[in-house]
């Protein structure tokens, strides 16, 4: 139950990292790509930030000490958040297109399908990303 209220917690910091992101970006960038670019810069957010306090926190992935193995985990983490990202996307761009006169409804499609996307993603992680060798 720990686990759980820690990586819900930390899925709530990431959301949050997210969509700031994404409406920052959104706001300074004056070409019609905005949407774009602030979903794309967004993922990148959620993403370091959700990877690094999963790390450390969630899955105690004390045997990652060196770069080398620090990077392959990263690519992992990644590769699986690929999968998970296509539920997120699918969501915030339906929610964009959906409601057109709606102007926060990208962030509250967007909030679902993390919160979906991340559901799923502590299992693969579990799995592939941070299993000790």
Same mark, same amino acid.
Do not use: C
């Given at each position: 139950?720990? !686990?759980? $209220?820690?990586?819900?917690?930390?899925?709530? !910091?990431?959301?949050?990292?997210? #969509?700031?992101?994404?409406?920052?970006?959104?706001? !300074?960038? =004056?070409? =019609? &790509?905005?949407?774009?670019?602030? #979903?794309?810069?967004?993922? *990148?957010? *959620?993403? $370091?930030?959700?990877?690094?306090?999963?790390?450390?926190?969630?899955?105690?992935?004390?045997?990652?000490?060196?770069?080398?193995?620090? %990077?392959?985990?990263?690519?992992?983490?990644?590769?699986?958040?690929?999968?998970?990202?296509?539920? &997120?996307?699918?969501?915030? !761009?339906?929610?964009?297109?959906? &409601? =057109?006169?709606?102007?926060?409804?990208?962030? $509250? *499609?967007? %909030?679902?399908?993390?919160?979906?996307?991340?559901?799923?993603?502590?299992? #693969?992680?579990?799995? &592939?990303?941070?299993?000790? =060798?």
């Amino acid at each position: 139950m720990k !686990i759980a $209220v820690i990586y819900s917690l930390f899925a709530a !910091i990431a959301i949050a990292a997210n #969509l700031a992101t994404q409406a920052v970006v959104g706001w !300074i960038d =004056p070409t =019609p &790509f905005r949407f774009w670019t602030a #979903l794309m810069a967004g993922t *990148g957010a *959620g993403l $370091v930030v959700k990877y690094l306090l999963d790390k450390q926190y969630v899955f105690e992935a004390h045997h990652l000490k060196d770069a080398s193995d620090i %990077g392959k985990s990263f690519l992992r983490y990644a590769a699986t958040g690929l999968l998970t990202t296509g539920v &997120f996307w699918g969501l915030q !761009i339906a929610f964009h297109h959906g &409601f =057109p006169n709606w102007t926060t409804a990208k962030y $509250v *499609g967007g %909030g679902v399908g993390l919160i979906i996307g991340y559901v799923w993603k502590y299992r #693969l992680d579990r799995q &592939f990303t941070f299993s000790t =060798p």
